[in-house]
């Protein structure tokens, strides 16, 4: 991208910029308004008052050249005084500057000059014209070092606006970094109000976000107590209508029912431990029991446990990575259930991969060998609650938490969780960063 590519860029997405380019933008229109009106203003009273005065002395220079005019004594006045003079008529045809170009251009403003009130132009009786203009070869030849102080000034006065602009809008990154930590779920850090007592604009909106995470936290505190809540009183009453369906007749006519009904029971006792879980790990502080867990033994423990056969890639020489085992045994199990779920029965099983990373990271990826999901609904997949469509609907129950607590444990642990479509079937991604092998 070049360089006016990303000016304008950075003009366009920073309030900043914006603020300073027109403070400059009015501060040149201010000075040059200024500056154009007041030369403009002195430049008509001038004329109006120095006119007679002018007039009077350029006949007295006209009158010290002669008649007819003579170059020696123009060529003294031009010596001595700041002036151009040209001579043109019948006998003398003369200009004290004619080998230079600026002076043509000197010549052409007295032209013009000359044209509205003949004020620089005198003629003889012989018939000799005299134009007189000013010579500002002196001023030329002085060092314009008026410029580049006026450029200092300028560029010193934009950065002391910029320094002040930026200190006024220095609330702004304070609040972007409060909406990016309660958008993280972070509320224990207000947002710092400037001069509480008595804030200005940016202060009210900084109160106002606040006041606004606050009721926030609030309604999810809530939430999560009465869902906690109600888990946990599910419980009981689960276990004791287990108990009691177990303790029914094996009979052939009730043995369809109990079966009905202790599936539905186990299906209820999983969507509730799920919940806790979940409610646990998507707390600020994720409860982790860390300790020193040989993944691949993991692994191999959770494949053993499976009723259906799956592929392995598991590579020898892992370290002892401190990890929750539970919360490990808890993911892999998901990955492998959903891949197992939705894996044909013509198709190869399902694939298992542990791989090093290059900088010392760990990956784990599962993959099955069905028809994928629609691209648009990739993101959702990992959502609580989410059921795909048709092409994925699992037919033995469930409720979408499987690959939500996937990616809470994953997360968890300081990770990442992609989904991608492997074509055929889908690529579930867990990438372990190296704060977390180590």
């Known amino acids: 991208m070049r360089w006016h590519r990303r000016a304008r860029h950075a003009l366009s997405h920073s309030l900043r910029l914006r603020l300073m380019a027109l403070f400059v933008l009015l501060a040149l229109a201010m000075a040059a308004i200024f500056i154009g009106g007041m030369q403009y203003a002195l430049s008509i009273g001038w004329r109006d008052a120095a006119r007679p005065l002018v007039s009077d002395y350029v006949d007295k220079l006209a009158a010290d050249i002669g008649t007819p005019p003579r170059v020696e004594r123009a060529q003294a006045l031009v010596d001595r005084l700041p002036l151009r003079i040209q001579i043109s008529g019948p006998v003398v045809n003369w200009a004290s500057h004619p080998q230079r170009p600026e002076a043509q251009a000197h010549l052409r403003d007295a032209e013009r000059w000359r044209a509205q009130d003949r004020l620089l132009e005198r003629s003889t009786a012989d018939g000799h014209r005299i134009l007189f203009s000013l010579s500002v070869t002196a001023w030329e ?44 779920g972070d509320f224990g850090q207000p947002i710092p109000v400037r001069h509480a007592h008595k804030p200005d604009e940016l202060g009210e909106l900084a109160a ?30 689960l276990t004791r209508a287990r108990l009691n369906t177990e303790l029914l ?19 209820m006792r999983d969507l509730v431990t799920d919940l806790l879980e979940s409610e646990r790990l998507s707390a600020r502080h994720a409860a982790l029991h860390l300790e020193a867990v040989d993944l691949n033994a993991l692994a191999f423990e959770v494949v053993q446990s499976l009723e259906k056969p799956v592929q392995q ?17 808890l993911l892999l199990r998901n990955l492998l259930d959903n891949a197992l779920r939705h894996t044909p029965a013509d198709a190869p099983p399902p694939l298992l991969a542990i791989a090093p990373e290059g900088d010392g990271g760990i990956e784990i990826s599962v993959r099955d060998f069905g028809a994928g999901v629609p691209p648009e609904q990739l993101p959702q997949l990992a959502q609580a609650f989410y059921r795909p469509d048709a092409a994925r609907t699992r037919e033995d129950g469930g409720v979408g938490l499987g690959l939500y607590l996937c990616k809470l444990v ?17 690529l579930i991604t867990v990438t372990l960063p190296p704060a977390a092998a180590n």
């Open 313 to 329: 890639d598991l590579p020898t020489g892992l370290p002892m990575l401190p990890l929750d085992p539970a919360r490990m045994r």
């Open 141 to 184: 030849d002085r060092p314009r070092f008026i410029g580049w102080v006026t450029l200092a000034l300028l560029l010193l006065l934009t950065a002391t606006a910029y320094r002040r602009v930026r200190r006024m809008l220095r609330p702004l990154d304070d609040i972007r970094a409060g909406a990016l930590r309660f958008g993280a």
């Open 249 to 267: 007749p094996e009979t052939e006519e009730l043995q369809a029912s109990r079966d009905a009904l202790l599936r539905d029971l186990a299906l």
């Open 410 to 426: 994953a997360l968890a642990h300081g990770g990442r969780f992609e989904i991608a479509n492997a074509q055929p079937g889908l």
């Open 208 to 237: 106002t976000i606040n006041t606004m995470a606050a009721d926030i936290q609030q309604m999810l505190d809530a939430k999560r107590s009465l869902l906690l809540a109600i888990s946990h009183e599910l419980r009981s009453p």
